[in-house]
DNA sequence: CTCCAGGTCGTTG
DNA sequence: CAACGACATGGA
């Protein structure tokens, strides 16, 4: 019990914004919420499992990884959650190009951009059309319980920790019916389900081609699949191909950004290519800040 | 009961 | 090409 990872003096961090933001959504609270600075988690992603709890250290955050080791930390954590990004830097850049984002950024500074699988990420983001944070997350947990490996008893010892089964692999999600699928409450989305798993599960989908194609090619190659649009690929893009020029427009982000920027009615397709224009190379990274601010302020609504 | 949700598809003008 | 309704499901 004493392999835990430590890091202490994080800067630039926070799990509870990086997780809650709307980026993932196989993820669960599993503390008591007695401690207001202490919040841990148990997180699937990456094929694995993993138990983590952060709180305030002297210089930064601590970090505690339960039970890993220093090669899981270095070779899956680390990337996953962008630890290698310098995002003090990224955050001067996108100040330095609007200066009004500082404190919109000082409310959420610890936001990262995770780095996740690409087959889950797809998928989910497919699944969260036209559906609500907490009912993605529902429905994400019951195709893994359908059809992903299942959690080994044993390491269910979390109390609070309910998902039981880490997300599907291609080949595991193909090999089920759009009924199964159905039956997980994805509703009109499961033929959708089924042609992306498809897809993937024979290759004509390739993350390996995805990440060799430019930004622009690949999401021309993700909106190829059936229920993947703009925003969809463009969320693909961001959260798991690494991609932090591609710029996610959504309601949430048209509104915040007709406020800020055009202050008038303005298409998607606008707003997403003079953000890219603004932000550059950075823009995906700045819309995360932008739209944790804009929900949170319910800014249009 | 009605309305809407991190959209996209298929159909019309 | 812009506009518009349909689409499952659940919560306000």
Redesign the pocket.
Known sequence: MNNDYILEDIKDFSLKETLE???CFHFSRVDNGENPNKYEYDIAACGRFLHISEEPSANGIKLTFFDTDNWEYEHIWKKYFDLERDYGDVKRRIVKADPRLASIISENPGIRILNQEFFECLISFII????????IKQVVRNISTLCGDKRGADSIRFFNSDFDALFPRPEQLASVTEDDI?GC?A??RAPYILDAATKVASGELSEKELRRLSTDEAREKL?SV????????N?VLLYSLGRTDAF??????KRICEELYFHTDT?KAVIEEKMCEKFGDIAGIA??YL?IFGKDKKIG?
């Not at 969260?128 to 009912?135: E, G």
Request: proline share 8%.
């Open positions: 933001c709307g980026q969260s059309q036209n559906k609500q944070i907490p009912q159905r409450k509703g009109f909106m059936k229920g993947v649009g703009e925003k969809v690929a969320c996610p427009v959504d309601v949430w982000m298409p819309q995360q739209f609504v």
